[in-house]
């Protein structure tokens, strides 16, 4: 079944940085050929390729997993702080 993709693309800085428009958004685009930081609202894509190839790799953070995946980090080094004494203050 066809969809509708809709993207427009404006620059701010010619060659450099953009202003993305889509169905699901608006994303902020920063680099040149061969590299391209993107952030929008589901999170940050890191793009480097092989000008002209139509090589690349593209890795994607994503904002809700990151901050689950820190707090739970945090949680962790509190547990580690906290060790064995189970929240009893500690005896001399």
Avoid: C
């Avoid at 680099?31 to 929008?40: E, N, Q, R, S």
Wanted: zero cysteines; hydrophobic letters at 35%.
């Amino acid at each position: 079944m066809p969809y509708l993709r809709f993207f427009q693309r404006i620059p701010i800085i010619p060659g450099l940085l953009y202003i993305n428009f889509s169905k699901s958004g608006i994303s902020l685009s920063v680099g040149k050929h061969g590299w391209t930081v993107t952030m929008g609202k589901h999170g940050i894509r890191f793009i480097v390729g092989l000008s002209g190839t139509g090589l690349f790799v593209t890795e994607h953070i994503n904002y809700k997993k990151f901050k689950d995946k820190k707090e739970k980090q945090i949680d962790i080094d509190i547990q580690a702080f906290i060790g064995g004494r189970n929240g009893k203050k500690e005896e001399r």
